[in-house]
T-cell receptor, first 108, second 115 residues
Framework: RKEVEQDPGPFNVPEGATVAFNCTYS??????FFWYRQDCRKEPKLLMS?????NEDGRFTAQLNRASQYISLLIRDSKLSDSATYLC?????????WGAGTKLIIKP | NAGVMQNPRHLVRRRGQEARLRCSPM?????VYWYRQLPEEGLKFMVY????????ESGMPKERFSAEFPKEGPSILRIQQVVRGDSAAYFC?????????????FGQGTRLTVV
């Protein structure tokens, strides 16, 4: 079993819709959680950290469920520019463990 | 302030050759991290270096791979006797603080193709 698992997608979503991804992690002692965005053939960029109480940044909402060991990312009112691969990242024992990513395609 | 600079952006090597990947961290950053990303996979940590020191190389393959971050000049990831399975994108990131991966800035990566 992978340490961090994500549905690879692709998720094909019409512009303006709401889309959500989940990510599960295996190490219950994991300390911190993040969502990164990676455009095709580019470097990953930090989208947002994920806090225990859940947090929101504009159209993006991230949630953490420690009991079930998953984190989620919700994107509201999706834009064409949201098309990318979204990487779930978990920090365990000073190292970042990366999911393989969920590909999102926003269609006009 | 230039970001993290990696070169070359693309590198083609024949099997058995050596590949040298360079990473110049952001100004003021003395901590460098190297990652490898295989197609359709997430990034895999390889090595964490501070100036002149390897802090954590737990993700480095035991053979053919080495990394350095000299007092002067860029960090170098060296792969000797490359094989097809080394074909991947290699990303470097830098941070101003120790173990600052989550505050790190990434370079644009070097795409290595072994033919």
């Amino acid at each position: 079993r992978k340490e961090v698992e994500q549905d690879p997608g692709p998720f094909n979503v019409p512009e303006g819709a709401t889309v959500a991804f989940n990510c599960t992690y295996s190490n219950s002692a994991s300390q911190s959680f993040f969502w990164y965005r990676q455009d095709c053939r580019k470097e990953p960029k930090l989208l947002m950290s994920v806090y225990s109480s859940g947090n929101e940044d504009g159209r993006f909402t991230a949630q953490l469920n420690r009991a079930s060991q998953y984190i989620s990312l919700l994107i509201r009112d999706s834009k064409l520019s949201d098309s990318a691969t979204y990487l779930c990242v978990v920090k365990s024992n000073y190292q970042l463990i990366w999911g393989a990513g969920t590909k999102l395609i926003i269609k006009p | 302030n230039a970001g993290v600079m990696q070169n070359p952006r693309h590198l083609v090597r024949r099997r058995g050759q050596e590949a040298r990947l360079r990473c110049s961290p952001m100004k003021g950053h003395s901590h460098v991290y190297w990652y490898r990303q295989l197609p359709e996979e997430g990034l895999k940590f390889m090595v964490y270096l501070q100036k002149e020191n390897i802090i954590d190389e737990s993700g480095m393959p035991k053979e053919r791979f080495s990394a350095e971050f000299p007092k002067e000049g860029p960090s170098i990831l060296r792969i000797q006797q490359v094989v097809r399975g080394d074909s991947a994108a290699y990303f470097c990131a830098s941070s101003p603080t120790a173990r600052g991966e989550t505050e790190a800035f990434f370079g644009q990566g070097t795409r290595l193709t072994v033919v």
